[in-house]
């Protein structure tokens, strides 16, 4: 069976700091792969997507970038944080011709 | 650009009662799934139940059910005999056919009270 798994579950950083989150599915080969903010009363917001290897899609322009080194494997950095990147990252993954997203256990993320 | 709206921020319902959470969206397209997700406190997004929108039938799992009209884009869920474990954000999501991007609603917390 597929499973999805991201780390680190929770993490407090400074401003300025960089950041590196990471995704790994298992159990299936070459995902749509995707990363999700979650802030509160806003839902969720796409932030990147990839369909293969060194294949990456921004959905939305800021501090954050993503990288696909191996077909399984997702990670979601940034160089230098900001305080409005805190929140809940979510990667998730589908099978194709779907539609529908299997999520990981989520990041929270707090700049201070 | 499609959009998905949920107009209920807050829900609760006694234990053992039936509650329908509201969802509405916009699109142009004919063709597209329908996704209800729940987060429950703490733990990992899982989907309760999708909707193909070319199926008139409206999708049922167990105690959860839709009620899909597409004329009038509308796509709520019915969760009937309800329990503590239901307890939980839940997200309406829509995704045209061939683009797996999904696009969610701001979500309505649901409050199951013994």
């Known amino acids: 069976s597929q499973t999805i798994h991201q780390w680190p579950a929770t993490l407090v950083q400074p401003v300025g700091s960089p950041l590196s989150l990471e995704c790994t599915v298992e159990?299936?080969?070459?995902?749509?792969l995707y990363w999700y903010r979650q802030a509160a009363g806003r839902g969720l917001q796409l932030l990147f997507y990839?369909?293969?290897?060194?294949?990456i899609s921004s959905e939305v322009p800021q501090n954050l970038s993503a990288s696909r080194p191996q077909d399984r494997q997702f990670i979601l950095s940034s160089k230098k944080l900001l305080l409005s990147d805190s929140g809940f990252y979510l990667c998730a993954w589908t099978p194709p011709n779907t539609g529908e997203l299997f999520f990981g256990e989520g990041s929270r993320l707090t700049v201070l | 650009a499609q959009t998905v709206t949920q107009s209920q921020p807050e829900m609760s319902v006694q234990e053992a009662e039936t509650v329908t959470l509201s969802c509405t969206y916009d699109?142009?397209?004919?063709?597209?799934?329908l996704f209800w997700y729940k987060q429950p406190p703490s733990r990992q997004m899982i989907l309760v139940i999708r909707?193909?929108?070319?199926?008139?039938q409206n999708a049922t799992e167990n105690r959860f059910s839709v009620n899909f009209q597409k004329a009038a884009k509308s796509f709520s869920l019915k969760i009937s005999d309800s329990q503590l474990g239901d307890t939980a954000m839940y997200f309406c999501a829509f995704a045209n056919f061939g683009n797996e991007k999904l696009t969610f609603g701001t979500g309505t917390r649901l409050t199951i009270i013994p």
């Open positions: 699109t142009s397209e004919s063709n597209y799934y």
């Open positions: 909707q193909e929108a070319y199926k008139q």
């Open positions: 159990g299936t080969s070459n995902p749509n």
């Open positions: 990839s369909v293969g290897i060194g294949q």
